[in-house]
């Protein structure tokens, strides 16, 4: 039972990093402007939304509380958005690279953390995601050079 504990612990950990890119992704859609581009990122936050829920409902059915707000990452992600934001959408985008960097390195280096059905979760579902909404976003910095 003490692995409940530290598996919900963890999860709050990706629950958190997840609301800071929800969070990201919406400072960054205030300040985009081109259709295709704004279609993307909505799509990139719709997939971040939708691991917010899933972590949520996995952590309650775990019997945890799941976390309300980004933490520090949350702060972290307002300064660097803050910067991208006074230097245009191509500084957005790599800010929001970043980000999706970072989350993929969480995700990799947490598996570790968690155990049984929810390392199988992390693993099988989220990690996957994560580098799916990775990807998407490096290919569209990639078309904006």
């Given at each position: 039972m003490a692995n409940i504990g530290k598996d919900v612990d963890a999860l709050n950990t990706f629950?958190?990093?997840e609301i800071s890119a929800v969070e990201s992704y919406r400072q960054a859609l205030g300040h985009v402007?081109?259709?295709r581009l704004r279609d993307?990122?909505?799509d990139c936050q719709h997939d971040h939304e939708h691991r917010v829920d899933e972590l949520k409902d996995r952590i309650r059915k775990m019997g945890g509380e799941p976390a309300e707000g980004s933490g520090v990452w949350g702060g972290f992600a307002k300064l660097v958005q803050g910067g991208a934001d006074v230097?245009?959408?191509k500084a957005a985008i790599q800010a929001l690279e970043e980000g999706e960097d970072h989350g993929l390195?969480?995700?990799q280096g947490g598996l570790d953390q968690v155990?049984?059905?929810a390392r199988r979760?992390?693993?099988m579902e989220l990690l996957p995601a994560q580098k799916r909404t990775h990807e998407r976003l490096s290919r569209l910095?990639?078309?904006l050079h």
């Open positions: 629950l958190r990093g402007s081109d259709d993307a990122l909505e230097l245009g959408e390195n969480d995700y155990h049984g059905e979760f992390v693993r910095k990639r078309t």
